[in-house]
Nanobody, 117 residues
Framework: QAQVLESGGGLVQPGGSLRLSCAASGIIFRVNAMGWYRQAPGKQRELVATIITPGITNYADSVKGRFTISRDNAKNTVNLQMNNLKPEDTAVYYC???????????WGQGTQVTVSS
């Protein structure tokens, strides 16, 4: 059974750091890309960062220079190092694993990140 499990969320003060981790297991297809998305209250889910290989990454403009995504392709794990966090980063963060065939996307249950003083 496919599973995507996130960990590492929590409460942090503005300017602080958090590291999110995610592991995908039980997916029988090759995982082409992994990434992080987030959804704040009253807003649509949005892309934070995605990675295909260590050299091919994509970041939302709002997190460039503050967040770093990394991946272990062999283990289907992905991490998100978040530095200089801002209150507007507060959201539920979801891990995504993408494959080339249906169902195409596997999602985790989400982990809450709250940035507040």
């Amino acid at each position: 059974q496919a599973q995507v499990l996130e960990s590492g969320g929590g409460l942090v003060q503005p300017g602080g750091s958090l590291r999110l981790s995610c592991a995908a297991s039980g997916i029988i297809f090759r995982v082409n890309a992994m990434g992080w998305y987030r959804q704040a209250p009253g807003k649509q889910r949005e892309l934070v960062a995605t990675i295909i290989t260590p050299g091919i990454t994509n970041y939302a403009d709002s997190v460039k220079g503050r967040f770093t995504i990394s991946r272990d392709n062999a283990k289907n794990t992905v991490n998100l190092q978040m530095n200089n966090l801002k209150p507007e980063d507060t959201a539920v963060y979801y891990c995504n694993a993408r494959v080339a065939v249906s169902p195409f996307d596997y999602w985790g249950q989400g982990t809450q990140v709250t940035v507040s003083s």
